[in-house]
């Protein structure tokens, strides 16, 4: 019964924020992933017992596929839905390549996930360092990421930066990305 | 790197979501693939006689795969996100076959005892089912990719599903060079070969299907 009432709040919390989020509203979106990257360290924890420092760049690889994936969201149905889908699936992947298959069985089903969540504070490092990963993506896509994703630059002005044309910057963006999440698997 | 840096990259000039995501890898693959096996078709099995398109055996196969193709491709673009309605597109491809069959049935219940075996082997049961499949195989790699670039969660489905989008279309391609009349021999044959190509998607989905 909490457990639903919490599933609820986080839908209800969430939904609007994303909805706003979806049609390109940039603050709306990093409160979204805030929502949601707090959800995910609750469900990935209750669920990664046995390794629990892969959790948190397990909650990174999940918001990489929900932004990579973000026009596979349905308006009509549950945002959290959505979420714990997409993370249930990395989940799954990630015991597969730890050919852990019978760890999936949720031994700890009884218990809220509010229970493990307070742990840990706000200060989430993860063990694998994204940012030296980034390093190794080719040329152009480093570079687009770089100037749009970390200095800020708007597709416009990494554009004259570059030379690319614009729709280029945010192509190389979106494969380095797709990249990343091949590297981030290993 | 700290989840709150991420979540900043991320979110920094995200721009809308994309539109259509799921058709725009959807639909062209498919168009492709139905242009591949009608071509293919054509070109090395040859057309049937022009005469034949005033019958309606033609039509039957081309509205059978074709409406096979409509479902499953419904399906296949739900199955492609991680959570979406199922049920309605799940009940009009099982809806497609379900009619296909009770034609077939009726066919060859209409048919004189002695003839219906004939009428049911036609002269090409042999090879109708491999060529489906073989024509609706660039259409299962295409779908699968295009499946691959999206969020599917249940691979299993989802390339069964892809698999019997592929078969349709394969089989598409083959009622252009099909001179069986029966709709006995549709309802088994042509079925079995879309089947096929659903199996052999199944078989493959969880392979491909990772991301």
Known sequence: MVDSAKHFDFETGLKPIWLRAQTGDEAAYREALRLIANRLRAYLRRRMQSLPDDVEDLVQETLLALHLQRGTYDPALPVSAWVL?????????????????????????????????????????????????????????????????????????????????????????HRGLKRLMALVKG | MKTETWIDMLAQGAGPAPHGQVMRRLVPVALLGLLFSAAVSLAVLGPVPAAMFQTPVPWMKLAYAGALAGAAGWLSAGLARPVARLRTPTHAVLAVFAVMTLLGGLAWWLTPTDDRLVDLMGHSWSTCPVSVLLLSLPSLAGGLWALRGLAPTRPRAAGLVVGLLAGALGAMGYALACVETSPAFVALWYTLGMVLSGALGAWLGPRVLRW
């Not at chain 1, 990395?90 to 307070?118: C, E, P, S, T, Y």
Request: aromatic share 2%.
């Open chain 1, 85 to 173: 889908a997409v993370a249930r699936h990395k989940l799954i992947d990630l015991w597969r390549r730890r050919g852990r298959q019978d760890a999936l069985h949720d031994v700890l089903d009884d218990f809220g996930d509010g229970q493990l969540v307070a742990e840990g504070g706000n200060d989430h490092e993860a063990r694998r360092d994204l940012g030296r990963l980034l390093d190794s993506l080719p040329e152009a896509q480093r570079l687009a990421i770089r100037l749009t994703k970390v200095e800020g630059l708007s597709v416009a002005e990494a554009s004259q930066r570059t030379g690319a044309s614009e729709s280029a910057i945010k192509v190389q963006v």
